[in-house]
């Protein structure tokens, strides 16, 4: 059984950094299109950024762009997201996703399109 698990998440001030990390078990396990969402509470899931897996395209909602970075390392077959001058409003429980079934970078925002996820690690930004 496939499984994501992500690490990394933490308390950070304002302006702060932190990285998170996926990795998923079986570490053989490949996907076309992986990416990070986030949900706060009382809030639907967003999409925070994604990466084709095979080509490194990737891909960020507008409210990260700039501060975020998502990459990989296909030699470890690990899913990274760097979020850099992090902000209250940056604070959620982040979800790492894998999309096995689609096109590379099909719709990589629409998180109806993973079939994949991980069970989240919180990111709390204080003020």
């Known amino acids: 059984q496939v499984q994501l698990v992500e690490s990394g998440g933490g308390l950070v001030h304002t302006g702060g950094s932190l990285r998170l990390a996926c990795t998923p078990s079986?570490?053989?396990?490949?996907?076309?299109?992986m990416a990070w969402f986030r949900q706060a509470p009382g809030q639907e899931r967003d999409f925070v950024a994604a990466i084709i897996w095979s080509g490194c395209t990737t891909y960020y909602g507008d409210s990260v762009k700039g501060r975020f970075t998502i990459s990989r390392d296909k030699a470890k077959n690990t899913l990274y997201l760097h979020m850099n001058s992090l902000k209250p409003e940056d604070t959620a429980v982040y979800y790492c996703a894998a999309d096995t079934l689609h096109p590379p970078g099909n719709y990589p925002s629409d998180d109806a399109g993973y079939n994949y996820w991980g069970q989240g690690t919180q990111v709390t930004v204080s003020s």
């Open positions: 079986p570490r053989t396990f490949l996907s076309n299109t």
